[in-house]
């Protein structure tokens, strides 16, 4: 599975488990539309850091690259780019 869409399950079923039928594309708002609450960022950010093992200072990660999975995901890349450098 890609990084885009294992974003898009775990944002599925931990955000939007009780709206089945909402609709979540890469670049759905996620903040501006109240998919994920500023506890949620806490929450992903933590299930990020996790799962491709990268760290985040909080100056990486503001609302606007947090806002759509395509943002995330190009955040992601970014940092996993400055890993194996």
């Not at 996790?50 to 100056?59: A, C, D, V």
């Amino acid at each position: 599975m890609d990084i885009k869409e294992m974003l898009h399950r775990h944002i599925l079923e931990t955000y939007l488990k009780g709206e089945p039928n909402r609709s979540l594309q890469y670049d759905t708002p996620l903040l501006t539309s109240g998919i994920i609450d500023s506890i949620g960022v806490l929450g992903l950010i933590s299930f990020i850091e996790s799962e491709f093992r990268i760290e985040f200072m909080p100056r990486e990660l503001d609302r606007d690259r947090l806002e759509t999975i395509d943002r995330i995901y190009g955040a992601i890349r970014q940092k996993l780019a400055q890993k194996s450098d």
